[in-house]
């Protein structure tokens, strides 16, 4: 199956810093790309969706101004956490599917964001 | 009103037999897709299997099959001969509309534990 994977896969920050998170798709073109959270034992809430060289859309109640995404190219999408707090602390999980036809969506193994 | 529902939080099966999660969804479109995905511990997410609205046959991928009841909106995941590798949590999720604009939305999952 296709390959996604995610960069940095932990990161520990002090509160007030920024932390970018990337996305690749590294087997085929991503022309969508999605990013979830997930808290402990919970679901995957989906954050936002983005497409290729467009603005991204955000879910109801995600902030756009905190949760920056660029999709500059369709292997790449990038999640900025801006001025990160303890709250934003998760598992940040991005995917990937191919508009090509197929019906899987491919998922990264992950990014655990810890804010001190 | 929940659009994926999946009543287990957690399951215990014996190794080498068969289990089922049960999965109910909510719509109102025609075409849709469920899906199943397996998290271990590590946190990646490991597509299992696909069920497309207008698919007349029940899907399988080796070990998994999805008893997809349409008229019920049910879309169980059924894992046979049971491994204790099985052990994990178990996401369904629907895909509903189309294109760019179609996104997942998951279930809170089951954790099954495989026990010799």
């Known amino acids: 199956g296709a390959v996604v994977s995610q960069h940095p896969s932990r990161v520990i920050c002090k509160s007030g810093t920024s932390v970018k998170i990337e996305c690749r798709s590294l087997?085929?073109?991503?022309?969508?790309m999605f990013w979830y959270r997930q808290f402990p034992k919970k679901s995957l809430m989906l954050m936002a969706t983005s497409n290729e060289g467009s603005k991204a859309t955000y879910e109801q109640g995600v902030e756009k101004d905190k949760f920056l995404i660029n999709h500059a190219s369709l292997t790449l999408s990038t999640l900025t956490v801006t001025s990160a707090h303890p709250e934003d602390s998760s598992f940040y999980i991005c995917?990937?599917?191919?508009?090509?036809?197929?019906?899987?969506?491919?998922f990264g193994p992950g990014t655990r964001l810890t804010v001190l | 009103a929940q659009k994926i529902t999946q009543t287990q939080p957690g399951m215990f099966v014996q190794e080498k037999e068969a289990v089922t999660l049960d999965c109910t969804y909510d719509t109102s479109d025609q075409s849709y897709g469920l899906f199943w995905y397996k998290q271990p511990s590590s946190g990646e997410m490991i597509f299992l299997i696909y069920q497309g609205s207008y698919d007349e046959q029940n899907a399988t991928e080796g070990r998994y099959s999805l008893n997809f009841q349409k008229a019920r909106k049910s879309a169980n995941l059924v894992i046979s001969a049971s491994q204790l590798g099985d052990s994990a949590m178990y996401f369904c999720a629907m895909r509903e509309g189309r294109g760019t604009a179609s996104k997942l939305t998951f279930g809170t999952g089951t954790r099954l534990q495989v026990t010799l």
């Open positions: 087997d085929f073109q991503a022309t969508t």
């Open positions: 995917s990937a599917r191919d508009m090509a036809g197929h019906n899987e969506q491919f």
